[in-house]
């Protein structure tokens, strides 16, 4: 990067941790900072609770799925309105009326204590792995784009989010998720609109669409019924709706977020707009995936984007067999390049028959250009073994790299460093405070003053950060890192949230019932992702996304099975 890049880089991050430390300064007692007082307002929580989902995955993995696999992920996002309605009604007034830290509060006024701990220790241990892959998802591409080194990479990150988050609580991550927002979704914006004035002269926007549309790329909805697909309309609006509100209803990192609140109205409202523009926000990202998409139609894309690998496999015995395929994939690209263009005059003369024609032919040349890459992965992976092959999270910010002019560089890259910040920010808070609250506090030392207390969730806060690069720094990568945190989310979620409907819902069940039915529903998942891993699931053969809704059914099944058996 340019020297104009790297100062607008570290300008950026370092007035983020100065901002976020300044405006908390002088928080001296447990409720400022684990509520941040208890008074932000309702757009200020919007922003936050958008800010502590929207990580650095969102911004890296989200424009390469759309690349390779078009814009039918938004569909997950299909029932993020729903579940923030029943989240409003049915979990907000609760939570408010008991005037809780944690959410896991409310369940030993339900149950007992072994429930609540139950609960909150599952959240311990999904967010904290979460935590790890908020910070580890930016380090291994920027150390790989940088030539940082990752684990200093995993450092940096984690010791800016450590410095604001631990000093100022809640209210720090608050404030510093507002100015973080404004830079994610500016940059956002801004490279969405270079990529469109980057086509070639006569190709505009609407060209554009029709070339992502012809070739697959705009495939929004799909409403076949599959429960082996992880993404269409039936997935997004039922097993989805359950992932959200397991995440926004039960997940202290977003609980916290509202419980910051100047009243249940400004909780609800803050709520209600993360569901009318998440949606939104998530479709102009996979937009500009598919917008990157057309540019390479136009433009040599790399055969593979993560260029520090292809470097390594320069210096192995598969050199020249791979720069062949490189050729190859430049011979396709070119008699590609010829069809797309054939492609936009027939759109543009209206002639339909020309454009089937020109269509069949750009998706035989496409076809043609997907399986060379699938070779030259291959052979990546025979000629550096160990190296990561899946290089869709490195596609937009090769192109970042690669095309944008000097300065919108160095601030897309703070787009991803703010955005790792963000998340990271509020799931260290929320697992310093759950540490603090519902086990020290509860089991360890019950009779200490507010002072210790607040001493307490700082220590926890940077324990959490601690080993939030820890796990960061021995991970690798799954099939794709956003797809990655929704499978963790699914696998753990479902159990929370199940003993929370039972709590609300299903007035007659106990808590040894509800307990035992949670830790049989969670080995339930467990087992059954390990058979779908597999290939052995049989009748279970399902999307993870599933798991949230059978997950939480689950335990309320269990749970009821278990009252009536000790009923009798």
């Known amino acids: 990067m340019s020297t104009i890049d790297w100062i607008v880089l570290f300008g950026t991050l370092l007035s983020i941790v100065a901002y976020g430390v300044w405006k908390t300064r002088g928080t001296k007692d447990m409720d400022s900072y684990l509520r941040g007082g208890s008074d932000v307002k309702w757009w200020a929580i919007g922003l936050s609770i958008m800010a502590t989902q929207a990580s650095a995955i969102t911004f890296l993995s989200t424009p390469g799925q759309a690349y390779t696999d078009g814009m039918r992920f938004i569909q997950f996002y299909f029932g993020l309105p729903i579940a923030m309605i029943l989240i409003a009604v049915f979990f907000l007034p609760i939570y408010y009326k008991l005037k809780v830290y944690t959410a896991y509060e409310y369940l030993e006024t339900r149950f007992d204590m072994k429930t609540r701990m139950l609960a909150a220790f599952i959240f311990l241990i999904q967010r904290g792995l979460g935590a790890g892959i908020t910070i580890y998802a930016p380090s291994i591409i920027l150390s790989s784009l940088l030539g940082w080194d990752l684990k200093l990479t995993n450092i940096i990150i984690g010791v800016m989010v450590i410095i604001y988050t631990v000093s100022g609580g809640t209210k720090a991550v608050t404030q510093t998720q507002k100015a973080q927002m404004a830079i994610m ?3 956002m914006v801004l490279a969405g609109y270079l990529v469109i004035v980057s086509l070639p002269s006569g190709v505009g926007f609407g060209d554009a669409l029709q070339v992502a549309g ?3 790329k705009l495939n929004v909805v799909n409403f076949e019924f599959d429960l082996s697909d992880r993404y269409n309309f039936w997935s997004g609006i039922t097993g989805a709706v359950f992932l959200f509100m397991s995440y926004f209803g039960t997940d202290q990192s977003q609980v916290q977020r509202y419980l910051s609140g100047k009243s249940l109205s400004e909780s609800r409202l803050g709520l209600m707009m993360n569901g009318l523009l998440k949606v939104p926000m998530q479709f102009i990202i996979l937009l500009i995936g598919a917008m990157v998409f057309v540019f390479y139609q136009y433009n040599q894309p790399p055969v593979f984007f993560n260029e520090t690998v292809k470097e390594q496999v320069y210096e192995t015995p598969y050199a020249d067999e791979f720069r062949g395929l490189e050729s190859d994939y430049e011979d396709v690209f070119e008699r590609k390049l010829e069809a797309v263009n054939d492609l936009t005059a027939a759109v543009d003369s209206g002639d339909e028959t020309q454009v089937a024609v020109a269509k069949a032919r750009v998706n035989q040349m496409q076809t043609q250009s997907d399986a060379i890459r699938d070779e030259a992965r ?10 990561e092959v899946n290089d869709k999270d490195y596609i937009f910010m090769n192109y970042v790299m690669s095309v944008l002019p000097i300065g919108i560089v160095g601030l897309l890259f703070a787009v991803i460093f703010s955005a790792a910040m963000s998340s990271t920010s509020s799931e260290l808070n929320a697992l310093g405070s759950t540490t603090t609250i519902d086990f020290y506090k509860r089991r360890v030392k019950q009779d200490g003053d507010d002072l210790h207390y607040l001493k307490s969730s700082k220590m926890f806060t940077l324990a959490w950060g601690i080993l939030a690069i820890i796990v960061a720094s021995t991970l690798s990568l799954f099939e ?23 709590a609300f819902f299903f007035k007659s069940i106990k808590s040894n019932a509800v307990f035992i039915g ?5 080995i339930a ?5 390990y058979l779908n891993t597999i290939g052995q699931a049989g ?7 599933w798991y949230n809704a059978f997950g939480c059914i689950l335990v309320i099944v269990f749970s009821f099975i278990i009252k009536v058996v000790r009923d009798r």
């Open 185 to 187: 979704m500016g940059g």
């Open 214 to 216: 012809k070739m697959g």
């Open 378 to 387: 291959a052979m990546i992976g025979e000629a550096v073994p160990g190296a």
């Open 480 to 502: 794709n890192l956003i797809q990655a945190v929704n499978l963790i989310g699914s696998l753990f979620y479902p159990t929370v949230l199940g003993i929370f409907v039972v």
């Open 518 to 522: 949670a830790v049989l529903s969670q």
């Open 525 to 529: 998942i467990i087992v059954i992702h």
């Open 539 to 545: 009748i279970f053969k399902m999307g993870f996304l």
